[in-house]
């Protein structure tokens, strides 16, 4: 009988057949009655196999804890998430987790894990896949956790892979932790790669600015303020001052708001100025608005939009309505009815004195002689002699002092301007005269009353030779000549002239000087205030002060010589009483005072003169001038002065209106 051989078994003893091992199993030695189950972990896939030389291992990603396996079916694939990475594994817990930063994706049975690729990350372990690097971060290969980019740079985009991919912190935030931060409002940053909350620099006083703003222009000034700074990397926030309103944020010295009745020369300008017909308001030619709008009404410009913005003599400036008005018929209307009032006069006056019916008709003779005797009685020359004086010098109040009157009373005040001889105070359209310039109205307001002097003069000469040519009793036998005697005739008509012209061309003389102060704008200039088309310190200024010196001459220094030497001529007759004919001639200025006050109308014209000239103008004159100004019209026109007889009933009552009107306007002297 012979041996089992090896790989196979036998049942029975003395059985005749030898049966091969089962895949699965194997026999190593001869003569086995049973064949060994394989190991764990692998599988046998031969038949009769004899030795274990045949085992075949699982293969990595799998595992098996069954023994006798007969092929590789039987080794099972690690799960998902997982990875086996040996052979011939035999148990469950061979299968790994993937680590972190690794993925198995979504198949079974892998030997390794992926490695996330870079701008992926997994920081969990047995996950199917990487996860996206998020923004503010970057992801290497194998990454289990997204790495921050570093301090002043930032990641605006996910799947970052590296920290080149992280861009420098914008302007107007800063980043950390690769997160930007907007700086806050009323804050600007204006610099890249900033790392902390220190960057964000806060806006100059009184600004605002929205968040994440990136330079200083974002800072605006708040409401009430305005950036008076020209730079464009600067900002500073100044109070919206007199004549202004700041209303909205980010208003500039360009874009303020300017008010009704303020003007300021450019719109870079901030030097406000109060118009001259600012308390007419709504209807004043400063206009205002914002930016390019206004500043004056239509057809104006020039400083205090006081002029018209056309030369051609079409228009004409109109200080009542503040407005450019046309030369149209209503203007004609308005020169031809006071030439023609003018002329009527004049022809009225010639004829009465022609005619002399107060001599030759009865009833007007009569008439004549009720009316001479109510004068006298009356004392109406000085009555009438103190309100003109007032009015003289309260007509002038605006315009050499600057200080405007109510509507109502400029309206009443203007009438009184004929006394003045004053044809600016007229509402006149002189610019359609060929009178729009200082310099022209000056020159009329000298020589206007020189004329009417002269032809006063000539008309008494020539009455004087009338006269005696027919032999009439009061020039008969008088041994003068008649120049002479026609002079003592029209002294007493000249010096009543000479009362009402003396303080209005005064005044015009003395405002050819005072000038207003420079502008804040690149030239300096500053303008005549009586005339702001006249610059200070032009060939034109200077030819308008010449002219005022001329006027000066004649009329303030010219007409107090005068008087001086006709007072003292008349010095022995007016004190001893024993009249002349030129004493005679002088009672309009000496008969209303006191016999050893005689000389006093001198002493009102200079009183006038002070009160409605500005001779502040004069730097010579400045130092105590304003003193004598303020105290003259408060205090000599309201009290009745010592040079005067003792007043009568009927001389408060005429007084009192003057007063009463002085002490409501004169307190304007006194700011």
């Not at 239509?298 to 200080?319: M, Q």
């Not at 203007?414 to 005269?433: D, H, K, R």
């Amino acid at each position: 009988m012979r041996a089992v051989r090896s790989g196979s078994f036998q049942v029975k003893n003395a059985s005749l057949q030898c049966n091969p091992c089962e895949a699965g199993t194997f026999s190593p030695r001869k003569g086995s009655t049973a064949c060994q189950d394989c190991d764990r972990g692998g599988y046998c896939e031969e038949v009769g196999a004899s030795s274990a030389s045949v085992f075949k291992l699982c293969p990595p990603g799998t595992w098996s804890d069954t023994p006798a396996l007969n092929s590789s079916e039987g080794c099972r694939p690690c799960g998902e998430g997982t990875y086996q990475p040996i052979t011939g594994a035999n148990s469950r817990d061979s299968c790994l987790s993937c680590p972190a930063g690794t993925a198995s994706s979504d198949t079974t049975g892998v030997a390794f894990c992926l490695d996330c690729t870079p701008g992926t990350f997994q920081n969990e372990s047995g996950r199917l896949k990487c996860e996206p690097c998020p923004k503010f971060f970057w992801c290497a290969a194998r990454s289990s956790a997204p790495t921050a980019c570093d301090e002043g740079t930032t990641g605006q985009l996910e799947n970052l892979m590296s920290k080149d991919g992280c861009d420098p912190c914008p302007e107007g935030a800063w980043c950390s932790a690769g997160k930007t931060i907007p700086c806050g409002n009323n804050t600007y940053q204006p610099k890249t790669s900033q790392a902390n909350a220190g960057a964000c620099m806060p806006c100059p006083e009184n600004a605002v600015s929205p968040e994440k703003s990136v330079s200083i222009e974002a800072c605006k000034c708040q409401t009430k303020y305005y950036d008076g700074n020209a730079s464009l990397n600067e900002v500073a926030c100044k109070l919206c001052g007199a004549g202004t309103s700041c209303p909205s944020i980010g208003t500039q010295t360009a874009s303020l708001n300017i008010t009704v009745g303020w003007y300021r020369i450019n719109n870079s300008s901030v030097d406000l100025r109060r118009c001259p017909d600012y308390h007419k308001n709504k209807s004043s030619g400063c206009i205002g608005g914002i930016g390019d709008e206004g500043p004056c009404k239509p057809w104006l410009s020039g400083p205090y939009c006081r002029l018209c913005n056309v030369s051609d003599g079409s228009r004409y400036y109109d200080a009542d309505e503040s407005e450019c008005l046309e030369c149209n018929e209503e203007a004609r209307r308005k020169v031809a009815i006071l030439v023609t009032v003018v002329l009527a006069i004049a022809l009225a006056v010639m004829l009465l004195l022609w005619l002399r019916p107060d001599h030759k008709v009865k009833c007007m003779v009569r008439l004549s002689d009720r009316l001479t005797s109510l004068y006298t009685q009356l004392r109406l020359r000085s009555k009438i002699k103190q309100c003109l004086g007032f009015y003289q010098v309260v007509t002038r109040v605006p315009d050499v002092f600057r200080v405007p009157f109510p509507k109502a009373t400029q309206s009443v005040l203007s009438t009184f301007e004929v006394f003045n001889v004053n044809i600016a105070g007229m509402s006149l359209p002189l610019s359609c005269m060929g009178l729009g310039g200082y310099w022209d109205r000056m020159l009329f307001t000298i020589l206007f009353p020189i004329a009417i002097a002269v032809c006063g003069f000539v008309c008494s000469v020539v009455y004087v030779l009338r006269s005696k040519s027919r032999g009439s009793s009061t020039i008969k036998g008088n041994s003068w000549s008649p120049v002479r005697v026609g002079g003592l005739l029209a002294l007493p008509h000249l010096l009543s002239l000479s009362f009402l012209v003396f303080p209005m061309v005064s005044s015009t003389a003395f405002q050819a000087f005072p000038c207003d102060e420079p502008f804040d704008d690149d030239d300096g200039g500053s303008f005549l205030l009586a005339d702001f088309a006249i610059e200070c310190g032009t060939e034109a200024h200077n030819k308008v002060m010449m002219l005022a010196w001329i006027g000066i001459l004649l009329y303030p220094v010219g007409i107090s010589l005068l008087y001086i030497v006709l007072f003292r001529k008349a010095n022995r007759a007016i004190l001893d009483e024993e009249p002349t004919a030129l004493s005679r001639s002088l009672e309009f200025l000496t008969h209303d005072f006191e016999k050893g006050w005689f000389a006093w109308e001198l002493f009102e014209a200079w009183k006038k003169c002070l009160s409605s000239c500005n001779l502040l103008a004069l730097p010579t004159l400045s130092s105590f001038c304003i003193p004598l100004a303020r105290q003259a019209l408060p205090r000599g026109l309201l009290r009745p002065h010592l040079a005067w007889p003792r007043p009568a009933a009927s001389d408060r009552f005429c007084l009192l209106p003057p007063v009463h009107a002085a002490h409501r306007h004169c307190f304007a002297l006194q700011e």
